[in-house]
């Protein structure tokens, strides 16, 4: 397996990532008096024409490039390659440099470029130092630096993004329109158009602070849960069915979902929200939240018919941590599963160590019981005091029934006596059993039957029991956890114990023993303790990208799940720190951050290009310009309700169940099994309502680039393909929303169409159409009446439908 | 250096193309960061000319060069889905009509769990040698026989799972396990498609229903939406949203076209350096364009009544069949990438899994079926096509040589050997690979695995099957996996 075939594969990879991020992020070298990266500068060139003679596998002349101590220590030559801070005393720079055939290095291939010699020679003028890569290490805490064009400066993450466009040359974009503004600032924290009032609005409001009153508003309103609720939900594959041959429901799942939307409305603290989803159970006082929020470990695939029982069941522990690590951390530990990982420091060792955490939780559950382990009662105190009181009286009360039945029964003839012990035992009792039963055994049967029957009447009028998708019933003494050879579960080797991943450096583990009767093993508990405290090295990290992320339009980092070598580097990794450090700082709460980024100069610039940003930085690597972007698929679908003026503002509850075409039914083995019918009104819910079942994916959200259920989603794609207009033009939903739409617009603006054509792209565009716009939308309706012999409203409808179907409906600026 | 790194290096990372790349790296599809990435690619010139409305639409179905020269172009995968037992098919096992009725020591695994001894359920029916190779086939397959010399046998075939849900998955993505993309995904990513009116990777299910997971079978996994399997149909509108809704005719809804294309060009004016929102309104021309390829493509009225009745198109029994097999021809003719039919559908005896009565159940599925692919081969063969058309035949696993019952003649799951078949697309026929023992009850000679199938699927299309790799979740995945597999290369 480890061939020299395969690590070399590997190594081939680390240049050309470079070589290619190079081409995607032509600004990313470090600036002429910055010191390089090494992981991203020095490394790559290190790794890529030096380590086949002078790596970890060789060390021809005594030279490993892959340790200091080798590299700043004598040689067997006497020199010393890398001599820290003086680059023109070291060996290194000397051979790479040398014109001599057989004194220059590498020996085979060309010679090192000029800008690669520089900025080893930049590297070892700056102490030349092997360090860790830039996301093992501690934050930093970075002060907003220098800037020349103060003016532009609203608050410190400007100062970041100026000064590396001042370095650059480049000048920011002017400030977004208001228009642009406000469809941006909605969009982005409700997923939700403005509406015409609320433009009008601000437009109107010529205060100094008429944005921030905007972004305050958005800030309290219930749909910022919704929106951003789905973003967690596309990091931790939210679902709510198992996938496999039956793709069963997961009882409660919805649960969960609403824990993470009223989570974000109310602003929990970020590090209690990963507390109680990672250990809610285990926390000194768990409540009815922290519960619901252990449903996290409960979304992912479940097979209830594995072929092989024990694998299924490390595959089941490896979506847990593969998404753990993923989801907190931003580290591929998955990688680590068969052997040690390839790229990053986490050896194969790191990976059970982190398994062993969860090692105390049980299995979904088995086919035969789907419930038992995932399902926690959270009925009130005293409703669950009820029910035990009923259960109590119930079963004391089916004792002493079965008792006097029995006396009858063995008097009864054989076949008899043998149908009682079928389904048919009640059909005979009712039949025979006075026959054999004297008169004061029958009268004394006949009470205990009277009182069962009110006991039964009695739990009928108590309220129903409250269940959550959930851990439970977890294992307070879990077995040995070991490094399984190749990730082989039939071939366990070692034996480890819960501990984090080495690089981290962290003070070893300790649990302590469960006390007797401790429901579970207390690791989980461990973990949430380490993942979120505030010098974790990559939580507050991971978590400000994906702010970020979603508000900008990509991550300062690109690979919001992967912080490790393999990943894309940040490219702002100042901003990131200090945006992280602000985080902390501010209580983990979430609401402010949003505002902070929100109330930047750069959170406000448009999205218009110019030369010297599209020449010199196509990619916006700097932020010279907002990234405009598509609305994700249920942006699409909840703007759609919104314009045809059906959105449904009803939030929690149970998934809803919007339309699907036979056609798209037919494919299913059993169509329309596992798929309710809701009333049109509640299919006008938001998308984050929609019941995710994994193997049938609601066709305009799956159009749209829906995320694949079954494992984490870092960022969406956004693809164009003649589905989407093919759907969004002849389908069902398209065309009964475009209907609705219509109807509206017959409602609210009258008889006169240059009218009818106003409020439409009002409420579709946000903006008050040019002269351009009515003309154009009054004169397909025209030609609609005329040319094709539709009557008004359905000449309107088409009309509408056209509007939907608009670039400028779908994106923004 | 090596020739893997070329392959790597240019226009490609991993085997994306640059786009894919920054649809990965990129916190989605990056419109800014594209205009710069696709410019140098001369996309963004094609794409602002395609708001004109004349241009074409390039997507990232855009044809790729394969690996190495392919000896096939297509693929047509007849799913034999519930698994049709082998040894009533093409394994012949004489012992096992002597040994009918007895109980005897055999490890199995299925549905029922794991077994030690059965009660032996004879082949139900009669084989016979055919075709100058003299390969045995038995009776419930008279039309394919004549085609002996044509196919290949892969008589060892062995899955990891003997349960619908994983081993369809497994059949179909390479993986037990739920979430990767299919083999039709894989291949459309590798080579992108030639017709670019037609999807490039197509399902057609059967009448009484999809298989069970349903779309999890023709799902692009982590790969995006681009690559998804679409089902069509050989009645009705054949792909789903094709059709205009009623009163709006193809003159009228190009007048609609018009007016949105006249928007948006307006809204594309001082954002010509989104490439996105030139390629939404070129994929708005390409969905125009579907609606009239699409109907055509699947209108077998073009076909001769002697075509139509050698598909069986004319019998109630093999109609349904029939037409998707004709249907799958003039695909393929249209340059579609990978079709995937279903025989069966839905749940018990709708589909090959035969539990309960095996006579019943494969003279059904069989009957349908039979004479639908051996005029499915003659046809392409005839039409110089079966060269460059690779059709595979098969199940998700075979069935065991004993009763899973204490009275009939149902066979139970076996993943520990069953039979596939391959033709055409550089497929040696008249030849039979691997062996499974005398009860046919697991392969014991060169036994096949899965990945062995699909790579040599992915090599006969000129793509390098230990290469094509998408890198996802911090790995490079790969359809074979880890481990490099090599083709079956005595089928070759």
């Known amino acids: 397996m480890h061939s020299r075939h395969t690590r070399l594969s590997f190594y081939l990879l680390l240049p050309l990532g470079c070589v290619l991020l190079g081409f995607v992020a032509p600004t990313l070298a470090p600036a002429a008096d910055d010191a390089p990266d090494f992981s991203r500068h020095i490394k790559p060139i290190l790794v890529k024409r030096c380590f086949s003679c002078h790596g970890p596998d060789k060390a021809e002349g005594g030279l490993r490039l892959n340790d200091q101590k080798s590299a700043h220590g004598e040689l067997d030559s006497g020199e010393v390659a890398v001599r820290p801070g003086k680059p023109e005393e070291s060996a290194l720079i000397a051979r790479v440099l040398s014109r001599e055939e057989g004194e220059r290095m590498p020996p085979e291939g060309e010679p090192l470029k000029p800008e690669e010699v520089a900025l080893l020679k930049s590297w070892i003028a700056h102490g030349g130092k092997w360090e860790l890569h830039w996301a093992f ?37 002017p400030p977004a329109g208001k228009v642009a503004l406000i469809r941006r600032a909605t969009q982005n924290l409700t997923g939700l158009p403005p ?66 939307i009223r989570s974000l409305n109310d602003d929990k603290p970020y590090d209690q929200f990963v507390r109680e989803q990672l250990a809610g159970d285990e926390l000194p006082k768990p409540t009815v939240d922290s519960i619901t929020a252990t449903g996290y470990y409960r979304l992912g695939v479940w097979d209830d018919e594995p072929a092989d029982p024990l694998l299924a069941r490390y595959d089941e522990l490896d ?18 599963r068969c052997h040690d990982h390839k790229i990053d420091p986490i050896p194969q060792t790191d990976y059970y160590r982190m398994l062993a955490f969860f090692r105390g939780l049980r299995s979904y559950g088995t086919r035969a019981d789907q419930t038992s382990c995932n399902q926690t009662e959270i009925s009130p105190p005293a409703l669950q005091t009820a029910y035990q009181q009923v259960e109590r009286r119930e079963r004391s009360l089916d004792k002493s029934m079965r008792e006097v039945e029995q006396r009858g029964i063995v008097k009864m003839s054989a ?30 049967y006949e009470v205990l039957r009277a009182e069962r029957e009110t006991v039964r009447r009695q739990r009928s009028q108590l309220a129903p029991r409250e269940m959550v998708l959930s851990v439970t019933r977890c294992i307070a003494q879990p077995s040995p956890t070991h490094i399984m050879l190749r990730g082989n579960p039939h071939v366990p080797g070692a034996e480890v114990g819960p501990g984090f991943p080495q690089l981290f450096d962290s003070a070893p583990v300790e649990i302590s023993q ?3 009767g401790a429901k579970t093993s207390g690791r989980r508990i461990v973990l949430a303790d380490w993942i979120t405290s505030p010098d974790n090295r990559l939580t507050a990290r991971v978590i400000v990208n994906r702010l970020w992320q979603h508000q900008f339009g990509r991550g300062i980092v690109r690979s919001p799940n992967n912080f490790g070598q393999i990943g894309v580097p940040p490219t702002h990794p100042q901003l990131l720190d200090w945006l992280a450090e602000n985080l902390v700082q501010g209580g983990w709460r979430l609401k402010r951050f949003h505002k902070q980024l929100m109330m930047s100069a750069a959170y406000r610039m448009s999205s218009q290009g110019n030369d010297a940003g599209l020449k010199n930085d196509p990619a916006n690597d700097l932020f010279w310009r907002f990234n405009m972007r598509r609305l994700s698929a249920e942006e699409i679908r909840d703007a759609i309700h919104f314009v045809s003026g059906r959105l449904n503002a009803k939030m929690y509850g149970p998934g809803i169940y919007p339309d699907i075409s036979p056609e798209v039914l037919a494919g299913q083995s059993r169509p329309g099994e596992g798929w309710g019918k809701s009333s049109l009104e509640e299919q006008a819910r938001r998308s984050v309502y929609i019941h995710v079942k994994r193997s049938l994916i609601t066709p305009i959200l799956a159009n749209f680039d829906f995320p694949e259920t079954d494992s984490s989603c870092e960022a969406r794609f956004a693809t164009t393909q003649p589905s989407q207009a093919l759907g969004m033009l002849n389908g069902a939903f398209a065309q009964r929303e475009a209907a609705f739409f219509a109807e509206r617009l017959a409602r609210e603006a009258g008889e006169d169409r240059a009218a009818r054509v106003d409020r439409a792209l009002q409420l579709a565009l946000c903006r008050e159409p040019g002269q351009v716009d009515i003309d154009w939308g009054v004169g397909l309706i025209e030609s609609l009446i005329q040319k094709h012999q539709l009557d008004e409203k359905q000449a309107l409808t088409q009309f509408c439908l056209i509007v939907l179907n608009l670039n400028e409906f779908l994106y923004l600026d | 250096m090596t020739p893997r790194r070329t392959k790597r290096t240019g226009a490609s990372f991993c085997r994306r193309t640059r786009r894919e790349f920054l649809w990965q790296a990129g916190g989605g599809f990056t419109s800014v960061a594209l205009a710069s990435m696709l410019s140098q690619d001369g996309f963004l010139a094609s794409q602002a000319v395609a708001a004109d409305g004349t241009s074409a639409f390039e997507n990232p179905l855009a044809v790729k060069p ?90 060892s075939m062995t899955a990891d799972s003997p ?113 996105d929102l030139a390629a939404r309104v070129a994929s708005y021309e390409l969905a125009y364009q579907m609606q009239e390829h699409a109907p055509e493509a699947a209108d077998l009225g073009q076909e001769s009544p002697e075509t139509i009745r050698s598909y069986g198109i004319d019998d109630p029994r093999t109609e349904d069949f029939g037409r998707r097999c004709l249907l799958a021809r003039r695909l393929v003719q249209r340059g579609v990438r990978f079709i995937q039919m ?85 497929i040696r026929g008249g030849v039979s690979v691997g062996a499974t023992d005398e009860l046919g009850s697991a392969a014991v000679e060169r036994p096949l695995h899965v990945k062995h199938l699909h790579a040599t699927i992915l090599h006969l299309m000129g793509l390098n099957p230990n290469s094509l790799s998408y890198f996802y979740g911090g790995l490079d995945q790969k359809l074979v996996g880890v481990e490099p597999i090599e083709p079956i290369r005595e089928i070759i």
């Open chain 2, 342 to 426: 279903y025989s069966g559908g839905s749940h018990n005896d709708k589909n090959w899994d035969a539990h309960g009565d095996l006579v019943m159940n494969h003279n059904l599925h069989a009957g349908a079926t039979d004479q639908p692919i051996a005029a499915l081969l003659k046809d392409l063969k005839r039409q110089g096509l079966l060269d460059e058309t690779l059709v595979i035949w098969g199940g998700e696993f075979g069935r065991q040589p004993v009763a899973e019952y204490a009275n009939g003649t149902g066979r139970d799951h076996n993943s520990y050997g069953f039979t596939m078949w391959a033709a055409g697309g550089g």
């Open chain 1, 319 to 336: 979506g847990i941590l593969t998404t753990t690590a993923q989801a907190f951390l931003g580290l591929t530990i998955n990688c680590a």
């Open chain 2, 163 to 275: 349960i619908h849900g994983s081993a369809m998955l497994q059949m179909n993505s390479g993986k037990i396990l739920s979430g990767s993309p299919a083999l039709g995904s894989w291949l459309n990513y590798g080579l992108g498609t030639v017709n670019q009116n037609l999807p490039g990777f197509v399902v057609m299910l059967d009448p009484s229903g999809g298989p069970i997971s349903g779309a999890k079978n023709w799902s692009s996994g982590y790969m995006p939406a681009t690559y998804q399997g679409t089902t069509m149909r050989s009645k009705g509108a054949p792909i789903i949203d094709l059709k205009p809704p009623r009163g709006v005719s193809r003159v009228m809804q190009r007048e609609l076209l018009d007016a949105l294309m006249a928007q948006n060009n307006r809204h594309l004016a001082g954002r010509v350096d989104n490439s």
């Open chain 1, 514 to 516: 469960p006390a007797a």
């Open chain 1, 195 to 260: 509406s015409p009032g609320e433009v009008r609005e601000f437009l109107n409001d010529q205060s100094e602070n008429a944005y921030e009153k905007v972004v305050d508003r958005l800030l309290k309103s219930p749909h910022y849960g919704e929106h951003w609720a789905r973003h967690w939900l596309d990091v931790v594959r939210f679902a709510e069915t198992n996938s496999y041959e039956r793709d069963g429901p997961k009882p409660n799942a919805w649960k969960y979902r609403d824990y993470v």
């Open chain 2, 66 to 155: 394969p690996h190495f020269a392919p000896k096939a172009k297509s693929v047509i995968f007849l799913f034999m889905y519930g698994g049709p037992s082998h040894v009533d098919t093409f394994d012949y096992k004489p012992k096992l009509f002597e040994l009918d009725g007895q109980t005897i020591p055999v490890k199995t695994k299925g549905r029922g769990g794991s077994r030690n001894e059965g009660r032996v359920v004879g082949p139900k029916w009669k084989f016979k040698q055919y075709g100058q190779s003299g390969q045995w086939i038995s009776d419930l397959f008279p039309h394919l026989a004549t085609c002996a010399d044509d196919i290949a046998f892969l008589k």
């Open chain 1, 137 to 173: 290490r501690p934050r930093g805490k970075p002060s907003p630096p220098a800037v020349s064009r103060t003016g532009w400066v609203r608050n410190p993450i400007d100062a970041f993004i100026l000064a590396r466009l001042e370095k650059a040359g480049l000048a920011p974009a």
């Open chain 1, 415 to 444: 076949e008899e006596q043998r149908k009682t012990e079928t389904r048919e035992r009640q059909q005979v009792l009712k039949e025979k059993l006075q026959a054999y039963l004297d008169e004061t055994e029958w009268k004394q």
